[in-house]
């Protein structure tokens, strides 16, 4: 019974110790210790891509014009005191944000990832900016996505809305949450299976609000057209008249970005079920009168045990 205990003990933990490639968070970035100003560099930037930190640049496909560059303000923060802004200049290319990883494992090829995001889009005279953002594999030119999550005007809904862009059908798919028009700050997940190639968006309003699921089993890109993740790319879109129409310019702020890797729900389950089976093994052995003391006594030391009457029951 011992060896059993010990066996299942020592499954249990690995089960929990061990999730697929890595484990637990990869970058996390809220610009606070970040230089005020813009980003204008497409290999330096701010930031340590070997650490939890990212290593925040212009995107590969950005534009380095002075002025339409992404940059670091402290004008607007969701916590605590600076944030990233991306700006949609009137007319021409526009400025892209990257943050990208090195850390150890990447690029990520398999396991489920979290990238969240929390936003505040302006509202200048009625028109709402938006913002899309890739989580992405790192390239030299460009910055191939395997899932894309974006806030924009959706016709069928009639407001601006969180979209998750469907890879295989090449088509944005509404999650009906409407993004909020009054400068408030929300929350965005996308979740993205690397396994099974699909993708689910999340969004929460703030106040204490939680998480709400607004769709999922979105196609991401397959494994043949883009192998793995190791990057975040923030794109500013058009923004859009109270009529959807496009006015072509808008500011969108970024802050408390983070990604990780989230337990795959087969390990769960696996744990779950060990963590029963050592329960409904500990309940058994209290039916029949056993404290926590002659319990371990009983199994781990049993020529060292000392049997005082009653000491420290617990009666069923």
Known sequence: MRRALLCLFAGVLALGMSPPVRAGMIFSQNFDAFTLGEFTSKTTGKGNSATTDGLWRLASSSDTTAGNRPKVVNTQSYSPSQSASITRPASG?????????TVAG??????IYQLEVWLREENAGGNV??????LALDGSTSD?????????????DGASVLQVYDMAALAW???HKVIPTDGSWFGVRLVTDLDTRASSAYINYGLGGGWELGVSGVAAATAASVSGVNAVVFDPSFAFGSNGTSVNSGTT??????LEQIPEPSTLALLATGLFGLSAWVWKKRRQGLNFRQLACKEFAPCNCPTPRNEGRIDA
């Open 106 to 111: 990447s690029p990520f090829a398999t396991g």
């Open 173 to 175: 798919v509404s999650t």
């Open 93 to 101: 290319a526009r400025g892209k944000l990257q943050g990208y990883t």
């Open 253 to 258: 702020w970024i802050d408390n970005v983070s």
């Open 144 to 156: 191939p996505g395997v899932s894309k999550i974006g806030t924009g005007w959706s016709a069928g």
């Open 129 to 134: 900016s938006s913002c899309t953002f890739d």
